[in-house]
């Protein structure tokens, strides 16, 4: 009985995210997520490619519903050499509906570990993000798994951005051996913040 009862209430709560994510979706999307997504290859250091073209979720409430969003767009790159179980690079865009929730959300899901480190202990860095509303960057050294297979583990930068209802990350692995140097991730983010904020500027109701 208590297990049919258990049941029934995550089916009520499914049900219920559902209808909510739902009722999101009929929300004005004040610019879709994949618009948000950089797409210059030039931006990149020579020899990256495009690894997963640009993905829009906006049609998928599966996806939409995993990750709690109204809209979702992402897009991944390979350094040269690249090999299946190669660390890529990325970009997400996620659309939590409102400025507040996407600000709870970004001290909610991206907070850095113990170990993480300032990207500045990898080279010189000198941008300082005034265009986010919140702004995060910080570096881990990730451990082989059997996805992402390197001996020794590999260096990874993520850089989060608030822009009121959108949050924005980039993350990539930073090193010689992958042709991505802090001045090349500063150059990519630099070029991030100036699409998102002149797609919003321009339209801003």
């Not at 939409?64 to 350094?79: E, P, Y």
């Not at 692995?173 to 150059?187: K, L, Q």
Request: hydrophobic share 40%.
């Amino acid at each position: 009985m208590r297990k049919l009862a258990g049941i029934t209430t995550v089916l009520i709560q499914a049900v219920a995210l559902l209808i909510g994510l739902t009722s999101c979706g009929a929300r004005s999307i004040r610019v879709p997520a994949e618009d948000l997504l950089i797409d210059d290859l030039s931006l990149f250091p020579t020899g990256w490619t495009v690894d997963l073209p640009p993905f829009s979720a906006r049609d998928r409430l599966d996806i939409l519903m995993d990750q709690g969003t109204i809209d979702f767009a992402d897009v991944g790159f390979a350094s040269p050499n690249a090999q299946f179980g190669s660390p890529t690079a990325g970009q997400i865009v996620r659309n939590f509906g409102s400025g507040s929730e996407a600000a709870w959300e970004f001290r909610r899901r991206f907070q850095p570990s113990d170990s993480s480190f300032s990207i500045e202990q990898l080279g010189e860095w000198s941008y300082h993000n005034k265009v986010a509303d919140r702004f995060r960057l910080y570096c881990d050294i990730r451990e082989s798994t059997p996805q992402v297979k390197v001996e020794g583990g590999w260096t990874d930068c993520i850089a989060v951005g608030q822009y009121g209802e959108y949050i924005s990350t980039f993350n990539s692995p930073v090193g010689s051996e992958y042709n991505m140097s802090p001045a090349d991730f500063e150059r990519i983010l630099r070029a991030i913040d100036e699409k998102i904020s002149t797609s919003l500027d321009s339209h801003t109701p």
